[in-house]
């Protein structure tokens, strides 16, 4: 039996008085207490949680509605700007930063009452696709502790499958949702690029960044989105929403779904999974067309020249002037720069520095950025082609199930994780991955369903109806 229940009735029964927003709130960080040795949580917002769960049950108790998520707890990833607690990114270079305003994502949850109760660990910076990149500690895969639990959002997936509150928040610049999502056997959702805003948000790739919920089911991420999503005149990048995107009707009959081809890359107990539920999808009325993917065998290389071109610039910010580590024993501001960036960066940021740093130099930068923009568009021009001829894609959400920790040590292989997930980044689609099954050691395996630009709507409904069909 869950531990909670899903995000819409536990706000309604808040809102009806049967239910305390502060024992709420008291439950999930009990949890986050008795399940610490899976390392999800870099730090909790105890006293100001409460205190806005007691101005919630006070609310209720003079007959005002505290919102659609009055009293629901929940979790951040570790680059959204909050309150309560520092904003680190799990960098050491950030560690100590206490945040002057709150991301538009938290402010607009607050005001319908929902209650940020943590912190989660990622990849600093969000910079991988295991969370070994923290600069704290690696997260455990809650399905097994000597496997990582994906990232690099794998604080945020883990904490999910560990029920330590009924939702969290992540960001998807490559895949970052949605593979840990798969590792850890819950939801993970990555809207339309700008149907969330990112405004408050600690960037990555800005071109690709994409926030997002994590959560038991699709009508819990369903909530969650309609909450969060729609145009902010602080994020000029923002765009409007459809409507509401809690109606999930529709179901499989009908549609047609482009199924990825698998190449060598699938491991075997991946392929066995997928290809049972998308039989599955069929025989609950889906039309299956198997469709091959040629943007595939590019989309890695092009994500990581713009991801690390966007990386290097992003960081330039991180100077030992502007944020709390600043080496102390400096003897001229040139020193200060080169040892706070040295000191205070850790190993993957630094490499992607280098690498962004590169493909933007003179002499290199036509050959390789300016080359990689015009394949971004070939790949976005190619997805659009696809969905002339369906109308959503499915496949695996990654090659394998959660590896051991420790086990991938070459940074390029590490990268190599992100090839089924880069695609929707770059062309700027929603994507969910959703629980297909396990293999026989037990670990997850997520089906990953992608469908146009601002589909969003559409793509929660299919989900759905598959939710339904997978379980």
């Known amino acids: ?34 399940k610490s040795e899976f390392q999800a949580i870099i730090g909790t917002t105890e006293a100001r949680a409460l205190a806005r769960a007691s101005e919630i049950d006070s609310q209720v108790q003079s007959g005002k509605n505290p919102g659609r998520l009055a009293g629901v707890p929940f979790i951040a990833k570790d680059n959204f700007l909050t309150f309560g607690s520092e904003t680190t990114a799990a960098s050491n270079i950030l560690k100590g930063f206490e945040a002057p305003y709150q991301a538009t994502v938290i402010k607009r949850l607050e ?99 994409a926030p997002g919920p994590l959560a038991a089911s699709v009508s819990d991420a369903a909530l969650v989105l309609d909450v969060i999503a729609g145009r902010d005149e602080l994020d000029s990048t923002s765009i409007d929403r459809q409507g509401q995107y809690t109606e999930l009707t529709g179901g499989l009959k009908g549609k047609t779904i482009g199924v990825i081809e698998m190449d060598e890359h699938i491991s075997g107990d991946v392929r066995q999974v997928i290809d049972a539920s998308i039989e599955k999808l069929a025989k609950a009325g889906a039309v299956v067309k198997p469709i091959k993917l040629p943007v595939n065998d590019y989309a890695l290389a092009t994500y ?54 590169f493909v933007l130099s003179s002499g290199y930068y036509e050959a390789y950025y300016q080359k990689a923009q015009l394949v971004r568009s070939k790949i976005i021009n190619d997805y659009e082609k696809v969905f002339n001829e369906v109308d959503f894609v499915a496949g695996p959400t990654a090659a394998t199930t959660a590896f051991p920790i420790g086990e991938v040590q070459d940074p390029l292989q590490m990268y ?46 299919l989900a759905s109806a598959a939710e339904e069909v997978l379980a």
């Open 1 to 34: 039996m869950s531990t909670w229940a899903g995000v819409a009735d536990i706000a309604s029964d808040v809102q009806a008085g049967k239910a305390s927003a502060t024992e709420l709130v008291k439950k999930s960080l009990t949890l986050i207490k008795e």
């Open 111 to 209: 005001k319908e009452g929902a209650i940020c109760v943590a912190k989660a660990n990622l990849d600093a910076f969000a910079h991988g696709s295991s969370t070994e990149n923290s600069d704290y500690f690696t997260t455990k895969n809650p399905h097994d502790k000597t496997k990582v639990p994906g990232g690099s959002s794998g604080g945020s997936a883990a904490a999910i499958a560990l029920e330590l509150a009924p939702f969290a928040l992540g960001t998807d610049t490559g895949g970052s949702i949605r593979l840990p999502a798969s590792f850890c056997g819950i939801v993970g959702y990555k809207p339309t690029y700008g149907l969330v805003s990112r405004s408050g948000i600690v960037a990555m790739a800005s071109s690709c960044d």
């Open 304 to 357: 990581y020249i713009i991801q690390t071109a966007e990386v290097s610039s992003n960081l330039s910010r991180y100077d030992g002037q502007r944020y709390p580590y600043s080496y102390p024993d400096a003897k001229d501001l040139d020193e200060v720069y080169k040892k706070s960036r040295s000191i205070g960066f850790g190993a993957e940021a630094k490499r992607r520095i280098i690498l962004g740093t």
């Open 416 to 461: 190599l994780t992100d090839v089924l997930t880069v695609g929707a980044n770059l062309a700027g689609l929603p994507a969910i991955s959703l629980p297909a099954g396990k293999n026989d050691a037990g670990l997850p395996v997520g089906l990953q369903l992608l469908a146009p630009q601002r589909k969003d709507r559409e793509l929660l409904a």
